[in-house]
């Protein structure tokens, strides 16, 4: 139920002037994917410098907090960069991307990191005094390691080919369709039907 | 021309088949090339916004450089072994693309400011690594620098999605 109704919020999302006149211009795609790297440029190389102090591979002597504050407008710049651009790149192709598992998955991803970003991440990074270096080493793992998986996911959607069959089977359990998904891509891989960017 | 013949050649190679023949080469060459050029821009940003006063402002300069350094090489290092790689899977159809041969020009550009500052300004850092905001010279190349990079991802985009030329 839930299912059809974000299909077809999918498809009237990809008919809407806005989305049918960037689909018809590679100037306009290649742009916004441009500003959309850039975005992530500002996002990943803010958030590495952080999680390499939480690290103990701090700048000289200086504390985490102050890094952290010093830096967190352009973490919020690169994210509001990526997620002006992203949602209008999605919205010209939205139904390949509901039809590709590498979508949901970096949606999924993408929630889990802004949410942790946003709580634990930023609570451990402004500590003052420091938490404890092996608390610090596992919220700065964490972190790294769910934006990098946002950024695999996002390359993902360009490299695997939509399911033939929606991702969203409304008789199919989560974990079925997750399955689904994998096995898809698994299928897919061997089969060579896994294209490049062009 | 003794470019076009280079690049024949290059698509002429075993490795070359090799990339080609693989399903696997050009899309994870691909998403190493995204994510080192990812890593040398965040990283280089951060310098130059640190050198603009628009961020850092209390982190004395040469111990930001001596610290994200690093990275940045490390990200370089991805970039341009996996481009290279990249390249020679197409070679041919790279020669004829405006695109590539603007981001070539842009990366060279890059790293002549780069070599420019790290050889002039940057040596007496000690006499400015306090100051929020660094002298101007050291401003431009960090203005410079960003405009490059922003650039660099452009005109990568930009090989994607433009057409070839016939360019003789």
């Not at chain 1, 989305?19 to 190389?45: C, P, Q, V, Y």
């Not at chain 2, 023949?21 to 190493?32: E, G, H, M, R, V």
């Amino acid at each position: 139920m839930i299912f059809a109704t974000l299909l077809a919020a999918f498809e009237w999302l990809q008919h809407t002037y806005l989305a049918e006149a960037i689909r018809h211009s590679a100037a306009l795609i290649a742009t916004l994917e441009s500003i959309h790297l850039i975005g992530m440029a500002l996002l990943i190389g803010t958030i590495l410098m952080v999680d390499l102090s939480l690290l103990g591979h701090g700048i000289g002597r200086q504390p985490v907090a102050r890094i952290a504050r010093e830096l967190r407008g352009w973490t919020t710049a690169g994210l509001a960069i990526m997620l002006a651009s992203g949602p209008l790149i999605l919205s010209s192709e939205a139904i390949r991307c509901y039809r590709t598992p590498a979508f949901w998955i970096k949606m999924l991803l993408l929630g889990m990191a802004v949410a942790f970003h946003f709580t634990i991440h930023r609570r451990v990074t402004m500590a003052e005094p420091p938490v404890a270096r092996s608390s610090a080493r596992v919220v700065a793992s964490v972190s790294l390691a769910l934006w990098v998986g946002v950024a695999l996911a996002g390359k993902g959607i360009a490299i695997f080919q939509p399911t033939e069959r929606p991702l969203a089977n409304a008789h199919g359990s989560v974990g079925s369709r997750l399955r689904d998904a994998l096995n898809y891509a698994a299928v897919h891989a061997e089969r060579g039907a896994v294209g490049g960017r062009r | 021309m003794f470019l076009l013949s280079i690049c024949q050649w290059l698509d002429s190679t075993p490795l070359n088949t090799l990339l080609r023949q693989s399903n696997w080469a050009f899309p994870a060459l691909d998403t190493i090339h995204t994510l080192g050029i990812v890593l040398v821009a965040g990283t280089i940003m951060l310098v130059d916004f640190r050198l603009l006063g628009l961020g850092l402002r209390s982190v004395p300069i040469a111990q930001l450089v001596a610290r994200i350094v690093p990275a940045t090489l490390w990200g370089f290092g991805l970039m341009v072994v996996s481009g290279g790689l990249l390249f020679s899977s197409e070679a041919v159809k790279m020669y004829h693309s405006p695109a590539f041969r603007i981001k070539v020009t842009l990366l060279a550009l890059a790293g002549v400011n780069a070599l420019i500052f790290h050889r002039t300004i940057y040596r007496d850092v000690a006499h400015w690594d306090l100051q929020s905001r660094a002298p101007a010279r050291a401003r431009l190349a960090g203005l410079l620098s960003l405009l490059f990079w922003i650039a660099i991802i452009a005109a990568g985009r930009a090989i994607a999605y433009a057409p070839g030329y016939d360019l003789g």
